[in-house]
């Protein structure tokens, strides 16, 4: 058995390279997942919902606000993994159905250095993005996408009602004291810089696959023969054509300039 995780940024192309997978056999989550997050792409997210309930819940309970660009200390991330002990090994045991199994969620890369251990033979590959290009899109998508979807998503990830109200006031205080984030290119470009410098950290002496957004663009076919030959898969014509196909213009929007 091998875990598969992908770490990457959001709009950084993780849905493409989640749909590699898929298609490739990995097991990414249930097919009802993974067509979550339509209003943000139209063919879904390719997220596992377990995974993204868990880590999100880690991160609240370390004190984030819920957009996730406000990260909390290593210490207190350390606190809320400990806390949430359980609810990761049941994760975990609920989501490892398959030879390859793994799961996309653009913020695991804060606890996957503390759950590395409960992985099984576990195989990281980390997707870069030119960091200009993941600013702006960042900011373009922040303003193009119905805000009320995207934060109904984030609080259908916490069921208590309790957590959700205070998920809420952490959001509006934050923005109240920190004003608009998501349209703050320097800020967004210093956050992703050092976000790409932890997932170097966390998966040093790891098995790690590091791959670039623009070749998995340009060189996809290479780029998805680097994949498997990574995870020592066999190679199977059928479900590497759909792999490859999973990559175009009308799914991967940045081919065109739009975001």
């Known amino acids: 058995m091998k875990t598969v995780i992908p770490l990457c940024l959001l709009r950084s192309g993780s849905t493409v390279l989640s749909g590699i ?4 056999g990995v097991y990414m989550g249930k097919k009802s997942d993974l067509i979550k997050g339509q209003h943000v792409n139209k063919y879904g997210c390719f997220e596992n919902q377990d995974f993204l309930k868990l880590s999100h819940r880690i991160l609240y309970d370390a004190g984030s606000s819920g957009i996730y660009f406000d990260y909390p200390s290593e210490s207190k991330i350390k606190q809320a993994v400990e806390k949430n002990w359980e609810l990761t090994l049941e994760t975990i045991a609920r989501n490892r159905k398959e030879p390859y199994w793994g799961w996309k969620d653009p913020s695991s890369f804060h606890i996957i250095y503390y759950i590395d251990s409960l992985l099984e033979n576990p195989h990281y590959i ?14 373009k998508i922040s303003v193009q996408t119905n805000f009320y979807s995207s934060f109904n998503h984030e609080l259908s990830l916490f069921d208590n009602h309790i957590y959700r109200t205070y998920l809420v006031i952490r959001l509006l205080a934050n923005y109240f004291a920190n004003g608009r984030l998501l349209e703050n290119k320097k800020f967004l470009e210093q956050l992703i810089t050092s976000s790409y410098s932890k997932m170097d950290k966390v998966t040093e002496n790891k098995k790690c696959l590091i791959i670039t957004f623009d070749d998995l663009l340009n060189k996809s076919e290479k780029t998805i023969k680097q994949i498997t030959k ?3 898969m066999k190679r199977d014509k059928k479900r590497f054509e759909k792999a ?9 929007s940045f081919r065109k300039g739009k975001q």
């Open 126 to 139: 980390i997707l870069k993005r030119d960091v200009k290009q993941i600013a702006n899109s960042i900011m």
């Open 244 to 252: 490859l196909n999973f990559v175009q213009p009308e799914l991967v």
């Open 230 to 232: 990574f995870l020592g």
């Open 21 to 24: 997978l898929h298609y490739l």
